[in-house]
Nanobody
Framework: QVQLVESGGGSVQAGGSLRLSCAAS????????VGWFRQAPGLEREFVAA????????????KYADSVKGRFTIFRDNAKNTMYLQMNNLKPEDTAVYYC???????????????????WGQGTQVTVSS
């Protein structure tokens, strides 16, 4: 059973950048589809970005929410068993708790649904001020 630990959150001004990390233990992260979700106070958890597992038939495919497309990048470092979310040109509306998630059964059709992920990190706060 894989355990996930996020890091890299913090406070930045609008236009700034942050890189979130999600380190895995107890499992090989490349065998899992992985994603990032976020939740702002009073709102539901929403999809941010995801990438299918390494070696899937269709290749590793990434997907982004429209609100972050062109600003955020999800990527893996399989040697470090870690995945990342590079966030550039941050906006105040990006403020939320960010969670990483993993599941071995994630496909390109399910990767943006949080209910499809079995394993979650504890979350890391990102605050963007105007």
């Amino acid at each position: 059973q894989v355990q996930l630990v996020e890091s890299g959150g913090g406070s930045v001004q609008a236009g700034g950048s942050l890189r979130l990390s999600c380190a895995a233990s107890g499992g090989t992260l490349s065998s899992y589809g992985v994603g990032w979700f976020r939740q702002a106070p009073g709102l539901e958890r929403e999809f941010v970005a995801a990438i299918t597992r390494t070696g899937s038939i269709s290749g590793s495919i990434s997907k982004y929410a429209d609100s972050v497309k062109g600003r955020f990048t999800i990527f893996r470092d399989n040697a470090k068993n870690t995945m990342y979310l590079q966030m550039n040109n941050l906006k105040p509306e990006d403020t939320a708790v960010y969670y990483c998630a993993a599941d071995p059964a994630i496909t390109i059709w399910t990767m943006n649904f949080h209910a499809r992920y079995a394993y979650w990190g504890q979350g890391t706060q990102v605050t963007v001020s105007s």
